[in-house]
Structures are given as C-alpha cells and as structure tokens.
C-alpha cells in the first residue's frame, strides 16, 4: 500500500472558475503551473507554482484561475497516512501547507511525466514520488511547529481550551508576556491567519460538531459556541463553509 488514493493531473482553462462547491473526501493540492485564486474556510489565497494545499471534506471553496490557467497534482491521502501528518504537522485544516517550495515543484513536475507514461509502472512511480513530496511538506511543517515560541503556544492552548469564551487581544498578550501589536504579528506570520479568524474557526468547527450529531436548535448551538445570536453564527459560518447552517446540516444527512 502506498498511502496514496486517486492521484490525478487536473488542468484549468485560463481565466476560467469553479463555482463554489465541496468534495466529500480531503484533497491535497499541488500547483505545478499557472497561478489561481481560491476562497476556502473564509479566506481568499492566491497558489502559485510550488505550492502545497489541502482542502478537508465537506469544506466548500470556490476557484478563480489567471492568464495561463493551471495545472495541478491531485490526490488523496490513506487513513494512517492522514494520522501521520496530522500527528507531526499537527494542521490540516484549510491553510496552505507550502508556499512556493521549489523542491516540490520539482517533485510535482517529475509526477506529471510519471503519469504521462501511461505504463504499468507508471502510477506506481508516481504514488512513490507522491509521497516523497508529503514527506517532504511535513518535515518543512514540523520543523515549523517547533519554531513556535513557547509564548505563542501558551496562546494557542489557551484559545483551545476555551474558544467560546470572550477574550481581548490585550489579556493574550499578557499570557504570552508579550506587546498586543507583537503578539498579533507573530500570530499572523506562524500561523497565516488573524487570531480573530483562527478563534472564529475554532467556534465553527465545534459548531458544525454539533450541528452533525445533535439535533439542538441553531441558537442553542450558537450561544454555546460563543456567538451572540443565530444571525451572527449564521453569518461566521457562511465566511467559513460558504453555506448556511442549516443547509450544512442537511447535507450531512
């Protein structure tokens, strides 16, 4: 078994788009040519060439595509594959995993020839190229969660422990024993996001939790969540899955 499930070669027309959608698998992404646009867990990125991506299950994203349009390696991840990144590149969660790494478009590209073999060996080629890329994209995620400071990860335990609760940037920065503007920008830098967005995140992840295995009403789940009412929890979940509550719940039905 390589670990590797439906690896593919996608290509996309220039200046074309997808409308917003989801898969109900985990997808990784990786960019081997052209350059698009996506919006995905309430942020819009722009890939590029070198760039590793994956998209959860169920997550709704939508794809806008530049001048060249795009090419990109496709593939799904095992189960103890998945628990190995998860468990040492500790997020799979939407973010971009790499950024403009050149020794994965190396990888990527010498994939891409693999598969245009169309040989018996082909795929097998591929698949162990495929996973010499993961191992590559987790080692770079690993040793970014251990250039965490400590500081920041008492931040971040803390936001976990309790993301429900309200907190001002002023009381983590006095966790962390940092400046608020320090503390925001260092957020931002290791973690690609606001500490607003990875809060929001957190509530509407448990959100979506109970939306799917319990059957309380949508202002008991928001107030539980840490929303002020059904209109705000309607609103953060939309930024995030594109999609309201309630039909969220219903497609997991």
């Not at 920065?173 to 830098?189: E, G, K, M, Q, W």
């Given at each position: 078994?390589?670990?590797?499930?439906?690896?593919?070669?996608?290509?996309?027309?220039?200046?074309?788009?997808?409308?917003a959608?989801?898969?109900?698998?985990?997808?990784?992404?990786?960019?081997?040519?052209?350059?698009?646009?996506?919006?995905?867990?309430?942020?819009?990125?722009?890939?590029?060439?070198?760039?590793?991506?994956?998209?959860?299950?169920?997550?709704?994203?939508?794809?806008?595509?530049?001048?060249?349009?795009?090419?990109?390696?496709?593939?799904?991840?095992?189960?103890?594959?998945?628990?190995?990144?998860?468990e040492?590149?500790?997020?799979?969660d939407?973010?971009?995993?790499?950024?403009?790494?050149?020794?994965?478009?190396?990888?990527?590209?010498?994939?891409?020839?693999?598969?245009?073999?169309?040989?018996?060996?082909?795929?097998?080629?591929a698949?162990?190229?495929?996973?010499?890329?993961?191992?590559?994209?987790?080692?770079?995620?690993?040793?970014?969660?251990?250039?965490?400071?400590?500081?920041?990860?008492?931040?971040?335990?803390?936001?976990?422990?309790?993301?429900?609760?309200?907190?001002?940037?002023?009381?983590?920065?006095?966790?962390?024993?940092?400046?608020?503007?320090?503390?925001?920008?260092?957020?931002?830098?290791?973690h690609?996001?606001?500490?607003?967005?990875?809060?929001?995140?957190?509530?509407?992840?448990?959100?979506?939790?109970?939306?799917?295995?319990?059957?309380?009403?949508?202002?008991?789940?928001?107030?539980?969540?840490?929303?002020?009412?059904?209109?705000?929890?309607?609103?953060?979940?939309?930024?995030?899955?594109?999609?309201?509550?309630?039909?969220?719940?219903?497609?997991?039905?």
């Amino acid at each position: 078994m390589s670990g590797i499930i439906d690896l593919h070669v996608s290509r996309y027309a220039a200046h074309g788009s997808m409308a917003a959608h989801a898969h109900d698998e985990a997808w990784f992404c990786l960019v081997v040519a052209g350059r698009y646009e996506e919006r995905l867990l309430g942020e819009t990125n722009e890939h590029d060439p070198g760039d590793l991506l994956f998209c959860p299950a169920h997550t709704t994203h939508a794809q806008r595509f530049g001048n060249e349009g795009a090419r990109k390696v496709i593939f799904a991840v095992d189960a103890e594959t998945t628990g190995l990144l998860a468990e040492h590149a500790a997020r799979l969660d939407g973010r971009p995993l790499l950024r403009r790494s050149s020794d994965l478009l190396r990888l990527g590209r010498r994939i891409v020839e693999q598969l245009a073999f169309g040989d018996p060996f082909a795929t097998l080629g591929a698949e162990g190229l495929t996973m010499e890329a993961l191992a590559l994209a987790g080692r770079g995620l690993d040793q970014r969660s251990r250039h965490e400071p400590d500081w920041l990860r008492r931040v971040r335990e803390y936001l976990h422990d309790d993301p429900a609760s309200e907190v001002t940037l002023e009381q983590l920065a006095a966790i962390a024993s940092r400046h608020p503007v320090h503390l925001a920008r260092t957020f931002r830098t290791v973690h690609e996001c606001t500490i607003g967005d990875y809060v929001r995140r957190l509530r509407v992840d448990r959100a979506a939790s109970l939306l799917r295995t319990t059957r309380r009403t949508l202002l008991d789940i928001a107030l539980e969540c840490g929303f002020a009412g059904a209109s705000q929890f309607s609103r953060s979940f939309r930024a995030v899955h594109a999609i309201t509550p309630t039909a969220w719940r219903q497609a997991q039905r």
